[in-house]
């Protein structure tokens, strides 16, 4: 079918980014001898930078990889850690029966930056100053603002207004509230007009000083100094004033969290779907429950079915309603519960469960399983029956020798709380998304991993690397590219096509963000699947809420053609505020 964007090729490198600048960043990195973890390490930073209402260094990168050399897949747990003095006693002791989506309260040990310097030291060949430069340059020098984080169009007045992400939507909270976070965000008191140049030299100066760090071990080889700059991060003066900024705004964090902070590198789950092999991030991400769909699905014969039709969308949002519920049900950081992950991914368990769509109705309860007893429903209270019931990027890279990385990074979003003045970052929020009932498998608890949306996807075929892909959206990120990924093995569209295609979602089950509601039955899909389309699923029962064009979704994914090689990049022209800022690939 005909696309807005073209399909980008290369032989040697491809890179799909949020922003043009952060594109140009992993280019540069390429172009001087680095491979695609280096690339995607350094396009990340970029984002921190100029999209910080999506994603700073205070939040989180979740990632997976696969390794040439080692020939096998790794996720890294890029989550962020409750502090040692976050327990449930403490918030139902302050009157809260949920953790506040904004402010200090909400704040854990921010992993984003051990995240990717664990992924260069593993898997990269570059030093932290030759991928930290563009975002060095682009913090000190300044970058010129677009209009998804300026929130402003050109020639609008300095009046405060709008919802949203955006600088504009907060600016009254940084001028009443989060002076520091207006000192950067709101030169001369004003919303910046789209086009001016925002500096963050705070930001540039933490960038230097982790960077001096490297440079006084770099006589002790790549690793050393790496390790140098995260201890300066974790344990040493940035650690102190991270801990000090807590402390003066109600925060928790103490140096000891900081301190005993370390990135897990792990084995992924996988599953495999008409002969591609899928791999996810474990529970404590959402990620297994894009794999339960497609344990679901495998059932359905979808290229008969047809593309977007009635029988399509309906068979797609139910079984995202059955493997969401699970979600609620048993997904957390199995380093503190035990997931029965073989058995919801199991084929018995997926049959089972499958016998629970009705073809020709949609389901308004939140109905988990058994996995362990392996049966259709679970004894008790569905999910979601007990009051338990910002922004995100991505970035994604494969280089000529096979490597390939996925990266969904995300948190410390500046609505989220004040900009740390030394450091130029705030804090991320992501305890919010704990529950304060200890039944719940995602309750919080010191010193454990928040069940995070962040849901990068990689694939293979044969044992060699064939896609990654990723999305924000919170909860609809498992579901959007759920979509893109059916349309490539299912509905064998290209990689740009994938992306275009309409897409839908459904917020039947409770949000993972702050309060947790849900929206039983709700099927939110863009006017450009027909009215014909719409109207015989609402026969069914979907409440169906029209959204507009180029509104559902925003995919980035790169290829390996695993016959000629050839490299291939995606994006999605729905972009941050698209069209004002449409997701960038790179192909050389």
């Given at each position: 079918?005909?696309?807005?964007y073209?399909?980008?090729?290369?032989?040697r490198?491809?890179?799909a980014?949020e922003?043009?600048?952060?594109a140009?960043?992993?280019?540069r990195?390429?172009?001087?001898?680095?491979?695609?973890?280096?690339?995607?390490?350094?396009?990340?930073?970029?984002?921190g930078?100029?999209?910080?209402h999506?994603?700073?260094i205070g939040?989180?990168?979740?990632m997976l990889?696969?390794?040439?050399?080692a020939?096998?897949?790794v996720?890294?747990n890029g989550?962020?850690?409750?502090?040692?003095?976050?327990?449930?006693?403490?918030?139902l002791s302050l009157?809260?029966?949920?953790?506040?989506g904004?402010?200090?309260l909400?704040?854990?040990?921010?992993?984003?930056?051990?995240a990717?310097?664990t992924?260069?030291?593993?898997?990269?060949t570059?030093?932290?100053a030759?991928?930290?430069?563009?975002?060095?340059e682009?913090?000190?020098?300044?970058?010129?603002?677009?209009?998804g984080?300026?929130?402003?169009p050109?020639?609008a007045?300095d009046?405060v207004?709008?919802?949203?992400?955006?600088?504009r939507?907060n600016?009254?909270?940084f001028?009443?509230?989060?002076?520091?976070s207006?000192?950067?965000?709101?030169p001369?008191?004003?919303v910046?007009?789209?086009?001016?140049?925002?500096k963050?030299?705070?930001?540039?100066?933490?960038f230097?000083r982790?960077?001096d760090?490297?440079?006084?071990?770099?006589n002790?080889?790549?690793?050393s100094?790496?390790?140098?700059?995260?201890?300066?991060?974790?344990?040493g003066?940035?650690a102190?004033?991270i801990v000090?900024w807590?402390?003066?705004?109600?925060?928790?964090?103490a140096?000891?969290?900081?301190?005993r902070?370390?990135t897990?590198?792990e084995?992924?789950v996988s599953?495999?779907?008409r002969?591609?092999?899928?791999f996810?991030?474990?529970?404590?991400s959402q990620?297994p429950?894009?794999?339960?769909?497609?344990?679901?699905?495998?059932?359905?014969?979808?290229?008969?079915?047809g593309?977007?039709?009635?029988?399509y969308?309906h068979?797609v949002?139910?079984?995202?309603?059955?493997?969401?519920?699970?979600?609620?049900?048993?997904?957390?950081d199995?380093?503190?519960?035990?997931?029965?992950?073989?058995?919801?991914?199991?084929?018995r368990?997926?049959a089972?469960?499958?016998?629970?769509?009705?073809?020709g109705h949609a389901s308004m309860?939140?109905?988990?399983?058994?996995?362990?007893?392996?049966?259709?429903l679970?004894?008790g209270?569905?999910?979601?029956?007990?009051p338990?019931?910002a922004g995100?990027?991505h970035?994604?890279?494969?280089?000529?020798?096979?490597?390939m990385?996925?990266?969904?990074?995300?948190?410390?979003?500046i609505p989220?709380?004040p900009v740390?003045d030394?450091?130029?970052?705030?804090l991320g929020t992501?305890?919010?998304t704990?529950?304060?009932?200890?039944?719940?498998?995602n309750?919080?608890?010191p010193?454990k991993?928040p069940?995070?949306?962040l849901?990068p996807?990689?694939?293979?075929?044969?044992?060699e690397?064939?896609?990654?892909f990723?999305?924000?959206?919170?909860?609809?990120q498992?579901q959007?590219?759920?979509q893109?990924?059916?349309n490539?093995?299912?509905?064998?569209?290209d990689?740009?096509?994938?992306?275009?295609a309409?897409?839908f979602?459904?917020?039947h089950f409770?949000s993972?963000?702050?309060?947790?509601?849900?929206?039983?039955?709700?099927v939110?899909?863009?006017?450009?699947?027909?009215?014909?389309?719409?109207?015989?699923?609402?026969?069914?029962g979907h409440?169906?809420e029209?959204?507009p064009?180029?509104?559902?979704g925003?995919?980035?994914?790169?290829?390996?053609?695993?016959?000629t090689?050839?490299l291939v990049g995606g994006?999605?022209p729905?972009?941050?505020a698209a069209?004002?800022?449409?997701?960038?690939?790179?192909?050389?």
């Open positions: 079918m005909p696309t807005i073209p399909l980008i090729m290369g032989r490198a491809i890179l980014t922003h043009y600048l952060s140009a960043a992993g280019a990195i390429f172009a001087g001898g680095g491979n695609a973890i280096d690339a995607a390490v350094a396009a990340t930073f970029v984002e930078v100029v999209n910080p999506m994603h700073t939040g989180e990168a979740p990889i696969y390794s040439a050399s020939r096998r897949v996720a890294i989550n962020m850690m409750a502090p040692e003095r976050a327990t449930i006693a403490h918030y009157g809260l029966k949920l953790i506040p904004t402010g200090l909400a704040a854990g040990v921010p992993a984003a930056f051990d990717l310097v992924a260069l030291r593993d898997f990269g570059k030093s932290l030759d991928v930290l430069e563009p975002a060095l682009l913090a000190g020098d300044g970058f010129p603002i677009h209009v984080l300026s929130g402003e050109a020639g007045d009046a207004a709008g919802a949203g992400a955006s600088i939507s600016a009254r909270r001028l009443a509230k989060w002076p520091s207006g000192r950067v965000y709101l001369d008191g004003k910046p007009q789209p086009g001016s140049v925002l963050n030299p705070a930001l540039a100066n933490f230097k982790v960077l760090a490297e440079s006084a071990a770099k002790r080889g790549r690793e100094g790496l390790d140098a700059a995260r201890d300066r991060f974790y344990r003066d940035i102190r004033e000090a807590s402390d003066a705004n109600g925060g928790l964090l140096a000891s969290d900081l301190a902070f370390t897990r590198t084995s992924p599953a495999d779907y002969g591609v092999t899928v996810k991030c474990g529970p404590w990620g429950v894009f794999l339960q769909q497609l344990k679901l699905l495998e059932g359905f014969d979808l290229g008969a079915i593309h977007n039709s009635p029988d969308i068979a949002v139910e079984s995202a309603k059955l493997a969401f519920a699970d979600r609620e049900a048993y997904y957390g199995p380093e503190f519960i035990d997931v029965p992950i073989a058995g919801l991914l199991s084929d368990y997926a089972i469960r499958r016998e629970l769509i009705d073809s309860d939140q109905r988990p399983g058994d996995p362990i007893s392996m049966r259709a679970r004894d209270p569905a999910a979601g029956a007990r338990w019931g995100t990027i970035v994604t890279a494969a280089d000529r020798a096979g490597n990385i996925a990266v969904t990074a995300s948190g410390g979003w989220s709380s740390i030394a450091l130029g970052f705030p992501r305890m919010q704990f529950f304060l009932d200890e039944r719940h498998p309750a919080l608890k010193g991993r069940r995070t949306t849901s996807s990689l694939a293979m075929v044969k044992g690397p064939y896609l990654a990723g999305t924000e959206g919170g909860d609809q498992d959007w590219t759920l893109f990924f059916l490539v093995v299912d509905f064998g569209m990689l740009q096509a994938a992306i275009e309409p897409k979602s459904t917020p409770p993972t963000f702050y309060p947790h509601d849900n929206h039983p039955g709700v939110r899909i863009e006017d450009r699947v027909p009215a014909i389309v719409r109207d015989a699923l609402a026969a069914r409440k169906i029209v959204r064009p180029w509104s559902e925003h995919v980035l994914a790169v290829q390996i053609n695993t016959k090689g050839v994006a999605d729905r972009g941050q069209p004002t800022m449409p997701a960038q690939v790179i192909g050389w």
